[in-house]
């Protein structure tokens, strides 16, 4: 759709403000455009991300719902609806608007990042590696791709693997705390599951 300079100029705006953590300032200019654009989509997804970062849930659903049903193949409202619908642990409904997204931006690294996460949390686990994977090669040097691969191996016990990829990502990124508490939560379950082992062969 066609916008105004003036609409064009104010979207910037809000994602500038998005950027900056300033969420709030973000959400009443999304709110001003949509007072004189109802239709706009691009603000109605906006609202909905900044929504989903302070974690208002119904407010980026029904948010998101608006976009989706003015732009039903947009793959940036369909993404943002499959992450909500992950950090509520839906995993079928994640994956289900997660595929939508990936059918309208197909290698999308972040849209199959997340949709390999969903797949496994879903219980379809060697999917979900896989699709991580692909997200992975698309791009190598994202720290939250290779946490979210190395969490797999090791919930699959793929301990080897796991580290390597934690390791990949504390490489890239020296001052991921994400990274870090990984390979230590890595550590503990190792060292468990050994003691474990040592026990059940006695």
């Known amino acids: 759709m066609h916008y105004d300079d003036t609409i064009i100029q104010l979207l ?3 994602e500038d403000l998005k950027i900056a953590g300033e969420q709030a300032a973000a959400v009443k200019l999304l709110q001003e ?3 004189q654009e109802p239709g706009c989509v ?3 997804e906006e609202l909905g991300d900044n929504y989903l970062t302070t974690r208002e849930m119904p407010s980026a659903e029904k948010a998101l719902k608006q976009a989706l049903k003015l732009a039903p193949d947009s793959s940036n409202a369909n993404y943002l609806m499959g992450f909500l619908y992950s950090l509520q642990e839906q995993w079928a409904e994640s994956v289900e608007y997660l595929k939508k997204a990936d059918t309208g931006s197909p290698n999308h690294p972040e ?3 997340c949709l390999g996460w969903a797949f496994y949390n879903g219980n379809r686990k060697s999917q979900g590696i896989s ?4 997200s992975r090669n698309l791009n190598p040097n994202d720290p939250s791709i ?3 691969l190395g969490v797999c191996y090791m919930n699959s016990h793929q301990f080897s693997d796991a ?5 990949a990502a504390l490489n890239i ?3 991921s705390d994400q990274a870090k508490e990984c390979l230590l939560m890595l550590k503990m379950l190792k060292d468990g599951t050994e003691e474990f082992e040592k026990k059940s062969s006695k």
Do not use: G, S
């Open 12 to 14: 910037q705006d809000a």
């Open 33 to 35: 455009i949509l007072i």
């Open 42 to 44: 691009e603000a109605l």
């Open 111 to 113: 849209i199959l990042r």
């Open 131 to 134: 699709v991580l994977e692909r």
């Open 146 to 148: 290779l946490c979210d």
């Open 163 to 167: 580290k390597n990829t934690f390791e």
């Open 173 to 175: 990124d020296p001052n």
